[in-house]
């Protein structure tokens, strides 16, 4: 008889949902757009996506799977760059912090932007994070007195998706406050 039940029970399971990977990001059902008056910054995340507020300089975290967005925001006193030759400046500066904080970064190149008209520099690289490579897009941002950091980083494979999906709408979305120093 509990082998009949077993058999029976066995056979059930052909009509169910597959249950997604824990470690594979979920595909954004939406965004919401989060305000974080304290970083003087407005963004969205993706509805689906667990959202956490850190203590300083870690502003938020937007998580699912094994894809990462973070918000950091880090006093400064150094004016923010401007114009091509401060910019530069300030890029040369970024990537020799980045190759001494981790001599094995792979940089895989660099560009100038701008966020609500602030100078932005962003960083393409592969990196290892708590001993797992991962891909990283990072977006460093300067305004009066802090310098914004938004950090988008999944594994090699699942980037390109992530990226799409994810992390260049929340980039996008990225905009100072009036309070935010600009």
């Known amino acids: 008889m509990l082998g009949c039940s077993l058999l029976l029970l066995a056979g059930c399971g052909d009509t169910r949902a597959p249950v997604p990977a ?5 595909a954004p059902a939406g965004f919401h757009t989060l305000t974080l008056s304290h970083a003087g910054v407005r963004l969205s995340a993706p509805r689906n996506w667990t959202v956490s507020g850190q203590p300083a300089p870690l502003v938020v975290t937007l998580e699912s799977g094994t894809a990462v967005v973070a ?3 880090y006093p ?3 004016p923010a760059p ?3 030759a401060g910019l530069a400046q300030a890029r040369q500066a970024l990537l020799a912090a980045v190759r ?3 001599p094995q970064v792979k940089l895989l190149g660099s560009s100038f932007s701008t966020v609500s008209g602030a100078a932005a520099i962003q960083v393409q690289a592969r990196e290892q994070i708590a ?3 991962r ?4 977006t460093h941002v300067y305004v009066r007195g802090a310098e914004l950091v938004l950090d988008e980083y ?3 494979a699942q980037f390109a998706t992530v990226d799409r999906a994810v992390f260049v709408p929340v980039r996008q979305s990225l905009t100072l406050l009036p309070t935010g120093g600009a």
């Open 100 to 102: 001494r904080r981790d």
């Open 76 to 78: 400064s006193a150094a």
């Open 71 to 73: 918000l950091w925001r």
């Open 135 to 138: 891909r990283v897009s990072s």
């Open 131 to 133: 001993g797992r490579t």
């Open 82 to 84: 401007s114009g091509p």
């Open 22 to 26: 824990p470690t594979q990001p979920a």
């Open 154 to 156: 999944a594994p090699p």
